[in-house]
């Protein structure tokens, strides 16, 4: 398989292959709505919980943080931050089982239902489902072809939007009529796609600073990776060519995690980003960092490592 190779444009220090994505916090205008979606619609189980906010996953490690600001509107168009959180499962029976429950749920009365069923889509490297969360916060669930399945023309991945195979994700579950019980341990945040101002720009931060390698490039959109994959990051300008973060007072992206494997792959980011000027702040064990329209990231270093 023909992995991307770096070229001219490159930092001398590329991000470490084994970097990968951690959790996504979100801010939210009703807890309890929310959990009613996250919870027996998408599958994710409440680790923990506090007055205003919850932690969620599938094992004991989160993925989703929510965090409750009453009266929080939904993000307005023309601006930057979450196109949607790209939530990974192990194996193509756990998507099927996942898009059974939500085809189940879907078809019953709505009685005010909240959320939104966005889409579906054959991405060549995946297969996706992606919905609305009951603010307006986009949500892909989705799994992988294995990676020999994947194409690469050059240092480009072929990734496209061809027809979800509905017919072969319901086959997969061995048993249809079982009970929905969420998603697998396994599971995981796969990427962030992120709405950008400006796709250049975009490619100077998170590839030529941050030192993700690029691995597509789309009219009006770049995607990112670590390690060969076929991307951690999709970056956007559909609907914010030209624009700026929402006000305060909006739901949507608060920050995600960037998870390096050790402290030298995490000291070299850190090293260019500060090089080039680019502010960064300590908190705690974490690096915060945000990109050029405000969207903030956490970098931290695998625990495991």
Do not use: C
Request: aromatic content about 8%.
């Amino acid at each position: 398989m023909n992995i991307p190779t770096r070229d001219a444009r490159t930092p001398d220090a590329p991000i470490h292959p084994a970097t990968r994505l951690g959790t996504v916090s979100l801010t939210v205008a009703d807890l309890k709505r929310s959990l009613d979606f996250y919870t027996p619609i998408v599958g994710l189980r409440v680790i923990d919980r506090q007055a205003d906010r919850a932690a969620l996953g599938t094992g004991i490690t989160p993925i989703l943080h929510l965090i409750e600001q009453p009266g929080a509107r939904r993000q307005p168009p023309g601006t930057t931050g979450l196109y949607h959180a790209a939530i990974l499962v192990p194996t193509r029976a756990a998507l099927g089982h996942f898009l059974l429950n939500l085809t189940r749920v879907y078809q019953q009365p709505s009685q005010g239902r909240m959320w939104e069923w966005q889409g579906y889509s054959d991405h060549r490297v995946s297969e996706a489902i992606y919905l609305g969360d009951p603010d307006g916060n986009g949500l892909e669930v989705y799994r992988d072809r294995p990676r020999a399945e994947w194409t690469w023309d050059d240092q480009q991945v072929m990734m496209g939007s061809d027809p979800l195979d509905f017919e072969g994700l319901f086959s997969a579950v061995s048993d249809p009529g079982a009970p929905f019980a969420g998603l697998p341990e396994g599971t995981t945040l796969g990427h962030m796609h992120l709405r950008v101002g400006d796709v250049k720009e975009a490619e100077v931060f998170y590839h030529g600073l941050l030192g993700f390698d690029v691995v597509a490039r789309w009219t009006g959109a770049l995607f990112v990776s670590a390690g060969g994959y076929h991307h951690h990051l999709g970056l956007n300008t559909w609907q914010s060519a030209g624009a700026s973060k929402p006000p305060d007072g909006h739901a949507g992206l608060r920050e995600f995690t960037v998870v390096l494997p050790d402290p030298p792959a995490r000291d070299a980011v850190i090293h260019r980003l500060e090089a080039a000027g680019v502010r960064t702040q300590a908190e705690k064990e974490s690096i915060l960092v945000d990109d050029p329209w405000g969207s903030r990231l956490r970098l931290d270093v695998d625990a495991a490592g």
